[in-house]
């Protein structure tokens, strides 16, 4: 069980929109610490995709967008891509854990 | 910025072994490092933080804390992780990974490793 939660997946066509959701407690996401996103192809190097809640990494596409609220926080892409298709993890800092990931959301493009 | 992890192999419970990663295209000394594992069918585990400069272990996670070493040699840029006492839940695949950020508790991985597959097992 992972300390943030995240949907153990999320599909869409094409061109479509999909958001990934990312829910912690008031000892991470809701004590003000910034939740970042990373995404992830097995058998590979995990990829910064969006840091410190809303920012892009030079070279990531404005496709890919974060933001935050509360004890939550949410990954929004769109323009779907068949090269999309892959595992997506939110991560934060929790004051009794440290460092902590969500269980991660595998991305299929249909 | 590339780092390369080595190492891995299959081992028996009870034993030991030393993940190196090699980094290169940035100021290794400048930066911390952390090692990140997951294990087969699971989610990430940030297992330890080592501060950069002198070098200091920060952080280990309660899974590994008093079983697993993390250490750095800046002048091989080089990232360590000394693994002992290894059970079967130890069996992932091990990444390092550079921080980047302000305070600490909002610093974030900016690049990794592609990884090296521990594999634990009688």
């Known amino acids: 069980q992972s300390v943030l939660t995240q949907p153990p997946s999320v599909s869409g066509a094409p061109g479509q929109r999909v958001t990934i959701s990312c829910t912690g407690t008031?000892?991470?996401?809701?004590?003000?610490?910034?939740v970042h996103w990373y995404h992830h192809l097995p058998g590979t190097a995990p990829k910064l995709l969006i840091y410190?809640?809303?920012n892009r990494p030079s070279g990531v596409p404005d496709r890919f967008t974060g933001s935050k609220s509360g004890t939550s926080a949410s990954l929004a892409i769109t323009g779907l891509q068949v090269e999309d298709e892959a595992d997506y993890y939110c991560q934060s800092f929790d004051s009794g854990l440290g460092r902590v990931f969500g269980g991660g959301t595998k991305l299929t493009v249909l | 910025v590339q780092l390369l992890e080595s190492g891995g192999g299959f081992v028996q419970p009870g034993e030991s072994l030393r993940l190196s990663c090699t980094a290169s295209?940035?100021?290794?000394?400048?930066?911390?490092m952390s090692w990140v594992r997951q294990a087969p069918g699971k989610g990430l585990e940030c297992l330890s933080t080592?501060?950069?400069?002198?070098?200091?272990?920060?952080y280990y996670a309660d899974s590994v804390k008093g079983r697993f070493t993390v250490s750095r040699d800046n002048s091989k840029n080089t990232l360590f992780l000394q693994i002992n006492s290894l059970r079967a839940e130890d069996t992932a695949i091990y990444y390092c990974?550079?921080?980047?950020?302000?305070?600490?508790?909002?610093?974030?991985?900016?690049?990794w490793g592609q990884g090296t597959l521990v594999t634990v097992s009688s």
């Open positions: 008031s000892s991470n996401i809701g004590a003000g610490n910034d």
């Open positions: 990974a550079k921080y980047r950020g302000m305070e600490y508790q909002n610093y974030y991985f900016d690049y």
């Open positions: 080592i501060f950069g400069g002198g070098g200091s272990p920060y």
């Open positions: 410190s809640n809303t």
């Open positions: 295209g940035f100021t290794f000394g400048d930066f911390a």
